[in-house]
């Protein structure tokens, strides 16, 4: 059974990968308005082939407006909320109803079908998911295995890394490739923003950084089981670095050993992992 409070795959709310399942989708749907006609297709008019496709299209273009406003939505929330599998499947289903009423409008206004939009909304919304889900459904397959491949792949390079420098930290971007690499005991913190992560480190003291196109969850996983934690939606922290967590008014807070730098902030989702991991430190 799926855990519908996870997250939802990162993959899934990216900007590009939201970009080509806009493009994806209006392809899609207008395929499957030329050769399955709904909404009432076949009945728009005395016009040539030629003049249906680019009338259709028209109308298709301005029907995934409504996917386009809906995913800039979601892509914006998605910085200052975790967006769980629940509401992702509850955002879905509002696309669909709500291009579904787009249509019935259409047909009703410009096309003056005389069925009670009731009638209409219903007819519409089994089309609307048929023109959404099947490419939704498609499109999430694809990354998912995209995903798993670009994951093995990862931790077969990351294996041999580790095999043979097992005191080094290698980072590799969207892409699996290595980028950079640094000592474990150099590396303090990661901070995110939107689709980078800055990784700070010391270099002959001096606290330095470097910017990586990259995901936080992409981080996470590829630094499993090392002494890099995820502490925040934003943070991640080396606790070999920790020297205090303190609780302030606005919320716990970790100090690193390095003057320096910024108490990162701890979040609720991760403050129980990270007493955790606080203790099994403290412990050494």
């Known amino acids: 059974m799926p855990d519908f409070q996870k997250p939802v795959p990162s993959y899934l709310i990216e900007k590009r990968n939201i970009v080509n399942l806009i493009l994806f989708t209006a392809l899609f749907a207008l ?25 259709s299209s028209l109308v298709i273009l301005t029907g995934v407006m409504v996917v386009v406003i809906s995913r800039i939505i979601m ?9 769980n599998l629940t509401h992702f499947l509850l955002w879905i289903t509002a696309e669909i109803f709500a291009m579904a009423l787009f249509y019935s409008m259409f047909q009703k206004i410009f096309l003056n079908d005389t069925r009670e939009l009731i009638v209409l909304v219903k007819m519409s919304a089994r089309n609307t998911a048929l023109v959404l889900l099947l490419p939704y459904s498609v499109a999430w397959l694809y990354l998912s295995w995209k995903e798993k491949k ?28 290595l980028r ?74 970790l100090q690193l050993d390095h003057p320096e730098i910024i108490d990162i902030p701890i979040s609720k989702t991760y403050s129980d992992n990270v007493m955790q991991k606080f203790v099994s430190y403290s412990d050494q």
């Open 31 to 55: 395929i499957f308005i030329n050769i399955y006609s709904p909404f009432g297709a076949d009945k728009w008019f005395n016009l040539t082939r030629i003049q249906f496709l680019t009338f």
């Open 75 to 83: 892509y914006q929330l998605s910085k200052k909320y975790t967006i």
């Open 150 to 177: 670009e994951q093995i792949e990862l931790f077969s390079d990351t294996q041999r890394v580790q095999d043979t420098t097992p005191d080094m930290i290698p980072f590799y971007d969207e892409k699996s490739v």
């Open 180 to 253: 950079f690499s640094v000592k474990r005991d150099r590396l303090l913190y990661l901070e995110a923003s939107e689709n980078y992560i800055t990784i700070y480190y010391l270099n002959k003291g001096v606290i330095s950084k470097y910017l990586l196109r990259a995901t936080m969850k992409r981080m996470e996983e590829n630094l499993t089981g090392t002494s890099i934690l995820r502490c925040h939606r934003s943070y991640m922290v080396n606790f070999e670095k920790v020297k205090v967590i303190r609780k302030d008014k606005d919320g716990l807070k």
